[in-house]
């Protein structure tokens, strides 16, 4: 399997529900990232991971919580969302940090839905 | 700072007539350039960067886009559209000056017409 992976492709939670997002790159990339797509919105950086450190926390609410584990995987921990989170939810890696230089090659997204 | 704007929300074309997708940006900095595509339900996908070497830039599915610094601009185009280049299209902004912000613009969507 290549490229970004992330699942579930879909997630339908209630306010008080604990879910997780999961973002798995196989391009052997150091650097990771969280993005929210919302309707009629610019794209949105949420976290920043290099070599599994977070190097970004864009003013995001504490009912976010990411996770790296390895420089291969990546997890957005959801809690007692609110019904404005939903969006979909993409996940990007790129070779490296800090140039600009580089693209990012992004997941398909996950589809989040709170209710 | 930096922004990026792409000058229509919306843009159809007939099937095998030219695409012209506008974007506009303002960068302190020497920018890096690129147009990423969107289709329903998936994640984007990239279809040219501009890094500070040719302005004309070739990209996938015959897609291409020119740097005109005079202009700040970096306009997408495509000689004949194909129905599936129904896609959302954004241009992303980046300075080089060692920072991993890249600026999106808020995405254009192409219509191909039968």
């Known amino acids: 399997e290549t490229g970004v992976t992330q699942t579930p492709r879909h997630l339908v939670m209630g306010m008080t529900n604990k879910k997780s997002l999961k973002c798995e790159q196989h391009?052997?990339?150091?650097?990771m990232y969280w993005y929210k797509q919302s309707a009629k919105k610019p794209l949105e950086l949420m976290f920043v991971y290099s070599l599994e450190e977070r190097v970004e926390n864009n003013s995001v609410p504490s009912r976010f919580s990411p996770e790296c584990p390895n420089s291969s995987h990546l997890f957005l921990h959801l809690h007692t969302l609110q019904p404005e989170d939903s969006a979909l939810y993409l996940c990007a890696s790129s070779q490296d940090l800090g140039t600009g230089v580089i693209p990012l090659h992004f997941g398909n997204g996950t589809r989040l839905t709170v209710t | 700072a930096q922004s990026v704007t792409q000058l229509d929300s919306h843009v159809s074309v007939s099937e095998g007539t030219p695409v012209l997708l506008r974007c506009n940006y303002s960068s302190s900095y020497s920018p890096s350039l690129f147009w990423y595509v969107q289709h329903p339900n998936k994640g984007l996908q990239l279809l040219l960067k501009?890094?500070?070497?040719?302005?004309l830039v070739k990209g996938i599915n015959g897609f291409e886009a020119e740097f005109k610094k005079s202009e700040t601009s970096f306009h997408l185009t495509k000689p004949s559209a194909h129905m599936s280049d129904a896609a959302e299209y954004f241009c992303?902004?980046?300075?080089?000056?060692?920072?991993?912000?890249?600026?999106f613009g808020t995405g254009t969507r192409l219509k191909v017409l039968a």
């Open positions: 501009y890094t500070s070497a040719a302005t």
């Open positions: 391009l052997g990339h150091n650097a």
């Open positions: 992303v902004v980046s300075d080089r000056s060692g920072t991993y912000k890249y600026i």
